[in-house]
C-alpha cells in the first residue's frame, strides 16, 4: 500500500526495512487511536448515558480531551515498587501484556495490502499471542507480594486459560468454513460467498456461524476479564487483583492494554464474523481505493462490537470463579464443539 | 578460623530444612487475608480477618471499633434535647430513625405523648428514613456484586427523597428534628403532594433494580443459597429487621409493638422469605422500600391536623426511673435503655443498635464459603459502621 501511494507521488523506492518500520508506526498509531476513541466514546460517555450522568464535560469539547488529561496525570505519578517485590519482574509484566496485545494486532488486515505483516497463519497467530498476556499478569502478581494481587493473578490466569479453549474452537468453526487460516483469505471467502445463491452482500460468517460468533464473544469478554468475568480485578472483594501495586505510567500500560485489547478482539470477531475491511457486496472497488475505504470499514466494525463488551460490563453483575469455570468447561466448549461437528457436515454436505 | 555468626548459622539450619523438606512432599499452607479496615467491601472500617485454605475461608473474624465514637458515654454529658443530635450519626444512612427510640423512651418516662399531627409525621419521617437508607442498599448490593449501573440509579433517587427530608428538617442526613413531646416544626406547604411524587420515581426505581440487578441470571447464581441463615440460628444471634425476616422469621416491630406510631391505621404488609439466602435478604428488602413508599402515600393523604407539640417544660428534667423502648429501624431492630435519676442528662444510656448483632453471625456464617461470597454475604447482612461501633 505504502509502495503503491509514495511511489506514483513522490517517486520513492522504500527498502523493506523502512518499509516495515512505517508499517509497524502506522498499526501502532490505528490502534492506539481507536483504543483512545473505544475509550472515549463508551468508557467516558455511553456509560455515563446508562448511568444517567454526564461524564467528562470540562476537558475539551464536551470532555474529548479527557483521556489525554488523564495520561498526562498517570505520566506525573510517582511510579512506586513494594519493598518485597520482585523489582525486574514487576517493572516488565506490564511491557509483556501490552506486547501481546500489540503482536495481535500485527496481523489483522485492515485492507488488500494495509496489514503489517501478511502471515499464512493469521488468526493461529492472533490466538498465540493473545495468550500471551495471561504470563504477564501472572507475573504481575507473584512480583507484587501483596495477597490481593497473588489472588487475583491465580484467578486470571485459571480464566484466561479456561477461556482460550472456546475462543480457539468458536474461531474453528470460521477456519473451516473459508478453508484458510490466512485473515486475508477468510475476508475473501465471505465477500465472494453467497447466500443461497444470492451474492449481494457476500456471506458474512455471522449468519452461518452465528454461535460461534455468541461463543468468541463471550470468551473474549473473559479474556479481557471485564465483567460479568471480571473476577481477577474484582474491585469490591480484591481492591484491584494484580493491578493493586501499579502506580504512573505502569498502570496506564495496563489501562492501555485493556482497552486496546478490546479493540483488537473486536477487530478480530469483525474480520472472522462480519466480513473484516470489505464492503458489504465488494463493490467493485480497486485495491488503491480499498486501501482507503477498508481500514475505516474495519475500525468502524470494530468500535461497534467493543460497544458491546462496555454494554454487558456495565450491565451484569459478576461470576464467582467456580462458577466462571463451570460455563466455560460445561456449556461454552460443548457447544463450540457442536458447533465444529455440525460446520464440518455442512461443508461437506453444500 | 573465622567465628562463624548465628546469622550464618541460621541460615544453614534453614537451608537444610528446606532441602529435606523438598524430599518429603510439598506442604501447603493457610493464608490469613485481612480485609479492612481499608476495604472497599467493608462501607467503613469493619475489618474481617480471614484464615483461607486457597479461596475457601477456614475461619473468618469481624473485628469492629475503628469508629467507636463513644455516644453512650456522651449522652451522659448532653441534656436530653442534646442527644438527639449526637443518636443522629449512628445509622448515618437514615438518620431522623435513630432519633425516634430515643424519644419515645424519653415520652415514656416523662409521661407525655405527642399529639396525633406529630405522631403521623414522626411516622412518615421514620419511613422516609427506611427508604432512603434502603434504596441505598439496593444499589449498592449490585456494586459489591460488580454492576455499578444499579448505584448510579440509587443515588439519583435517592436524592429526592432526601431532598424532601431536607424541606422538612433542614438536614440532608443528620435531620436533629425529633423532640420530645411533638417535632421541631409543621411541614412546610405543598410538601405532601410532591412527596407522593417522589414516592412514584422510588417505586419506578424499585421496578428498575428488579429488572437490572435482581432478574439478572449472574445476580441469581452469585445470591441463591449463598450465606444461608436458619430461622434458629439467627434467633440465636439476635438477628433482626430483614435479616431475620428472610429467614422466614414473621417479626417487625413496626407491626408487633407500634408504640408511639400509626402503624395499626395504615394498610400494608410484613414481607418474609423463607430461603435465608442473600437473594432473600435482598429480595425481602426490595419488598420493604415498597411497603414504606405505600405508608408514605397513605400518610400523605391522611395526616390529621392539630398541634405538632405537646405541652412540654421549658427545661426538661426527666424523672427518675428506667424505660427501654424498641423500633424497627431500617436497619433492625433498635433499642435506646434509658435510666434517669431526675437529672437534666440521663445517668446511663444503653443503645442496642441492630447492626452490632447483624454483623455477630459472621464467624458462623463465613466459615466455608469462598472469599467472593464474603462479600456477598456481608453487602447482603447490610451492616452501617456507625450502627456497629457508635
Known amino acids: 500500500m505504502i509502495q503503491a501511494v509514495l511511489h ?5 523506492e522504500l527498502a523493506y526495512w523502512q518499509e516495515t518500520i512505517i508499517r509497524v508506526l502506522l498499526g501502532l498509531v490505528a490502534l492506539l487511536l481507536l483504543t483512545g476513541g473505544a475509550v472515549y466514546l463508551y468508557l467516558f460517555k455511553f456509560v455515563s448515558f446508562m448511568q444517567s450522568r454526564l461524564g467528562p464535560m470540562e476537558a475539551g469539547p464536551y470532555g474529548s480531551m479527557q483521556l489525554l488529561a488523564e495520561v498526562g496525570k498517570w505520566l506525573q505519578k510517582e511510579d512506586i515498587f513494594t519493598e518485597d517485590s520482585d523489582k525486574f519482574i514487576f517493572g516488565i509484566a506490564p511491557a509483556v501484556v501490552l506486547a501481546s496485545t500489540f503482536l495481535m494486532f500485527v496481523v489483522i488486515p485492515a485492507g488488500p495490502s494495509a496489514v503489517v505483516a501478511d502471515l499464512g497463519t493469521g488468526i493461529y497467530f492472533v490466538l498465540a499471542m493473545s495468550s500471551l498476556s495471561v504470563i504477564g499478569i501472572l507475573m504481575a502478581g507473584w512480583a507484587s507480594a501483596n495477597k490481593y494481587a497473588l489472588m487475583g493473578a491465580l484467578r486470571a490466569g485459571g480464566q484466561l486459560i479456561a477461556y482460550e479453549l472456546p475462543l480457539v474452537l468458536a474461531v474453528l468453526g470460521v477456519v473451516i468454513s473459508a478453508g484458510s487460516l490466512n485473515l486475508q483469505d477468510i475476508v475473501a471467502a465471505q465477500s465472494d460467498g453467497a447466500i443461497f445463491g444470492w451474492t449481494g452482500i457476500g456471506n458474512p460468517y455471522i449468519l452461518t456461524q452465528i454461535v460461534g460468533f455468541g461463543i468468541f464473544l463471550i470468551a473474549v469478554q473473559a479474556e479481557l476479564t471485564q465483567t460479568p468475568f471480571d473476577m481477577p480485578i474484582a474491585e469490591s472483594e480484591l481492591v484491584a487483583g494484580y493491578q493493586v501495586e501499579y502506580t504512573g505510567i505502569r498502570f496506564l500500560v495496563y489501562f492501555i492494554a485493556e482497552f486496546a485489547t478490546a479493540v483488537a478482539f473486536a477487530a478480530v470477531a469483525s474480520t472472522l464474523f462480519l466480513g473484516g475491511w470489505q464492503l458489504p457486496g465488494a463493490w467493485g472497488l480497486s485495491d488503491g481505493a480499498m486501501n482507503v475505504i477498508g481500514p475505516l470499514m474495519i475500525s468502524t466494525k470494530a468500535v461497534l462490537l467493543v460497544g458491546v463488551v462496555f454494554w454487558v460490563r456495565f450491565s451484569l453483575p459478576r461470576f464467582r470463579e467456580d462458577q466462571l469455570q ?9 457447544l463450540a464443539l457442536a458447533n465444529i461437528v455440525v460446520t464440518g457436515v455442512m461443508k461437506v454436505v453444500f | 578460623m573465622t567465628a562463624v555468626t548465628d546469622r550464618q548459622k541460621l541460615q544453614y539450619i534453614a537451608a537444610k530444612a528446606a532441602d529435606s523438606r523438598v524430599n518429603v512432599e510439598l506442604e501447603t499452607e493457610g493464608m490469613i487475608l485481612n480485609m479492612g479496615p481499608q476495604h472497599p467491601a467493608t462501607h467503613g472500617t469493619l475489618r474481617i480477618v480471614a484464615k483461607l485454605d486457597g479461596e475457601q475461608v477456614v475461619a473468618a473474624e469481624p473485628i469492629a471499633g475503628y469508629m467507636h465514637r463513644g455516644y453512650e458515654k456522651l449522652t451522659e454529658v448532653r441534656t436530653y434535647p442534646q442527644i438527639t443530635a449526637l443518636v443522629n450519626r449512628i445509622d448515618w444512612l437514615g438518620s431522623f430513625a435513630n432519633e425516634v427510640p430515643f424519644i419515645l423512651a424519653s415520652e415514656q418516662l416523662m409521661g407525655i405523648e405527642a399529639p396525633p399531627r406529630a405522631q403521623w409525621i414522626r411516622t412518615l419521617l421514620f419511613e422516609m428514613s427506611r427508604v432512603a437508607n434502603l434504596i441505598l442498599f439496593l444499589g449498592d448490593m449490585g456494586v459489591q456484586l460488580g454492576a455499578v449501573t444499579p448505584a448510579f440509579f440509587a443515588f439519583r433517587d435517592r436524592e429526592f427523597v432526601l431532598d424532601q427530608i431536607e424541606a422538612v428538617t433542614g438536614g440532608r442526613f443528620h435531620p436533629n428534628f425529633d423532640r420530645i413531646g411533638g417535632l421541631k416544626d409543621d411541614l412546610p406547604k405543598g410538601w405532601l403532594a410532591e412527596t407522593k411524587n417522589v414516592m412514584n420515581k422510588v ?15 449472574v445476580f441469581a447464581t452469585r445470591t441463591r443459597g449463598i450465606g444461608v441463615i436458619p430461622a434458629d440460628v439467627a434467633m440465636q444471634y439476635g438477628l433482626s429487621g430483614a435479616n431475620a425476616r428472610a429467614s422466614g422469621i414473621d417479626w417487625d416491630l413496626r407491626r408487633d409493638a407500634p408504640f408511639g406510631f400509626v402503624y395499626p391505621e395504615l394498610d400494608w404488609k410484613v414481607w418474609t422469605h423463607p430461603d435465608g439466602d442473600s437473594f432473600a435478604r435482598f429480595w425481602v428488602r426490595l419488598q420493604e422500600v415498597r411497603e414504606s413508599t405505600k405508608m408514605i402515600d397513605q400518610i400523605c393523604d391522611g395526616v ?15 424523672p427518675a426511673g428506667e424505660a427501654y423502648v424498641t423500633t424497627e429501624n431500617p436497619l433492625g431492630e433498635m433499642g435506646f435503655y434509658i435510666v434517669s435519676k431526675g437529672e437534666l442528662a440521663p445517668f446511663r444510656v444503653k443503645i442496642r443498635s441492630a447492626s452490632f448483632n447483624n454483623v455477630s453471625i459472621t464467624p458462623w456464617l463465613l466459615r466455608g464459603v469462598y472469599v467472593p461470597d464474603i462479600i456477598t454475604i456481608l453487602a447482603s447482612l447490610y451492616f452501617i459502621l456507625g450502627d456497629i461501633d457508635r
Not at chain 1, 506514483?8 to 520513492?12: A, E, I, K, N, R
Not at chain 2, 417505586?203 to 437490572?212: K, P
Not at chain 2, 390529621?304 to 426527666?318: D, L
Request: proline share 11%.
Open chain 2, 304 to 318: 390529621p391536623g392539630g398541634p405538632i407539640m405537646a405541652k412540654v417544660p421549658r427545661i426538661i428534667k426527666v
Open chain 1, 326 to 334: 463451570k460455563l466455560a468447561w460445561k456449556v461454552l466448549i460443548p
Open chain 2, 203 to 217: 417505586r419506578s426505581f424499585c421496578d428498575q433494580i428488579e429488572g437490572l440487578l435482581m432478574n439478572a441470571e
Open chain 1, 8 to 12: 506514483p507521488m513522490f517517486g520513492l
